[in-house]
């Protein structure tokens, strides 16, 4: 675990070593960059000829602790994209770990434009990297950039540079062309709309793991849609809102006389999704009995309708989704660890929208157009747009909703704005205001403004206050309950809370 600098290596770093016959006296990027930051190793790149470069890594290796690697890549060109979008991009597939805990640091200023351009190309869309720049007048720098790509325009913009870029990345990474309904550009959805197109290719069950609201149906669907089966039937059933008693019928389908009330033969979802895909969202709130007798349909694709004899066969695969930690269900008896297992194959977990740095700014915009298309026919309505004020307040909220509670409040305030735009009020009267969970100190969101002193200063106020009281207003019990040494520690905490 560590940080490890990437960089090319350019013409100034180059001259900075003494013995070279262009010395210019300075130490360039390289070096500057090294001198000033502590790395665990830096890994250069580079296309001058090897004899060029092996004085000045041997040169560099003696002036800084780090450790230095060197690496050749033959380009035809040193502008031509494709190229360097390749020898780039392999070496951060090589060096970018998560597992390990890496940290990559990439300094931009070696090299020429294209290069750097394909540093934040690759930086802005696929993995998750930090910037740096180094100057003569200005030195080392952290730099930020004021903007966000998503990696679904990655094709386009590599068109509008060297057509072949687009070959490459269209050989590079799984086609995410049905995923586009899916907005982001957070490096963590990106990598699970990849793996979930990886997914599709292969006819495995796949369960989606999520809060309510972070797109579990749309990656589903996406997942159907880009598999073998995307010309045959994608059904939804909600496991949740079918009440026990007709459980099995929606799932296997009925005989008429089965029960009362079933006066027709019913098929269940397993047979209506026959050759295509079954939805089986919620999955987490299936009864128990019913696990059992979905698991045999999910072991050899055989079912029998309530009040029948008679077997089917189904060619079904499964999609379930849930916002259960089904693990902790198992472990309290409520799931059963062999179903799990047979689903659990392909595993995507959703990141909360809190979580998806990135995000909020380019799903507002998303959402808020499709909010002024859909209600553009509607009498007298103004299309809008949306302040900085109000997209502060979308930026300071936790979104405990996720997706589905911004679309949500994105309508309400276009109901309530008068005029073409939605301000700050307008966007803070369509916030819903949810009680707090109790019990949930632990699972506070962290940024949005927490606050952890506050936090435990709160948890403090209460437990001297009910101290206080259960005590009867006496100092030394209150300090006993509380575990205090002595009632000095109690008197302190009665004068900073204002408790009487």
Request: include cysteine.
């Amino acid at each position: 675990m560590g940080e490890i600098l990437i960089s090319w290596i350019g013409g100034n770093d180059l001259q900075a070593r003494p013995e070279h016959p262009e010395h210019h006296k300075g130490l360039g990027p390289l070096f500057a960059t090294l001198k000033d930051r502590r790395f665990s190793r830096a890994h250069l790149i580079y296309n001058y000829p090897k004899k060029e470069v092996a004085p000045y890594l041997k040169w560099l290796k003696t002036q800084v602790d780090t450790e230095i690697q060197g690496e050749y890549v033959k380009l035809t060109s040193p502008t031509d994209f494709a190229e360097i979008y390749q020898a780039a991009n392999a070496t951060l597939k090589q060096l970018w770990q998560p597992t390990v805990g890496n940290k990559i640091s990439i300094l931009l200023s070696p090299g020429t434009p294209a290069m750097q351009a394909v540093w934040i190309l690759l930086g802005k869309t696929r993995y998750p990297v930090k910037f740096i720049q180094s100057s003569t007048q200005q030195g080392v720098q952290d730099v930020n950039l004021p903007f966000d790509i998503a990696a679904e325009f990655l094709p386009e913009l590599a068109m509008r540079s060297a057509g072949q870029l687009t070959e490459l990345m269209a050989n590079t990474s799984p086609d995410t062309a049905q995923f586009d309904s899916i907005i982001s550009q957070n490096p963590t959805m990106q990598r699970l709309k990849e793996r979930a197109a990886i997914l599709a290719a292969r006819d495995v069950p796949v369960l989606i793991q999520g809060e309510t609201g972070t797109g579990k149906e749309l990656f589903a669907r996406a997942i159907h849609n880009s598999s073998a089966r995307s010309k045959q039937p994608f059904i939804a059933l909600n496991c949740g809102a079918i009440p026990k008693e007709l459980i099995d019928s929606a799932l296997f389908g009925h005989v008429k006389g089965a029960f009362t009330g079933a006066t027709n033969n019913h098929k269940g979802v397993f047979e209506q999704a026959d050759g295509g895909t079954l939805f089986l969202d919620e999955f987490g709130e299936l009864p128990l009995d019913a696990q059992v007798r979905l698991l045999r349909v999910l072991q050899d694709g055989s079912l029998t309708r309530v009040g029948d004899s008679k077997e089917h066969k189904v060619d079904v695969r499964i999609i379930a989704a849930t916002h259960k930690d089904l693990t902790q269900a198992i472990a309290d008896h409520q799931f059963r660890e062999d179903l799990y297992y047979r689903v659990a194959i392909g595993v995507l977990p959703l990141p909360p929208l809190r979580e998806r740095e990135g995000d909020l700014n380019l799903l507002t915009d998303n959402l808020l157009a499709n909010i002024n298309k859909e209600a553009s026919t509607q009498p007298g309505y103004k299309h809008k747009n949306i302040s900085p004020g109000a997209r502060k307040v979308i930026l300071n909220h936790s979104w405990a909703g996720n997706v589905r509670e911004l679309h949500a409040a994105l309508l309400r305030a276009t109901l309530w704005s008068a005029g073409d735009q939605i301000n700050e009020a307008d966007m803070g009267e369509s916030m819903l205001q949810t009680p707090q969970k109790q019990g949930g100190v632990m699972e506070k969101t962290l940024g949005n403004g927490f606050n952890i002193q506050e936090l435990i200063d709160g948890i403090e106020h209460h437990y001297v206050e009910k101290a206080w009281q259960q005590s009867g207003k006496h100092k030394k019990q209150a300090a006993d309950l509380l575990g205090y040494n002595n009632y000095q520690n109690l008197d302190k905490r009665l004068k900073k809370y204002g408790i009487e």
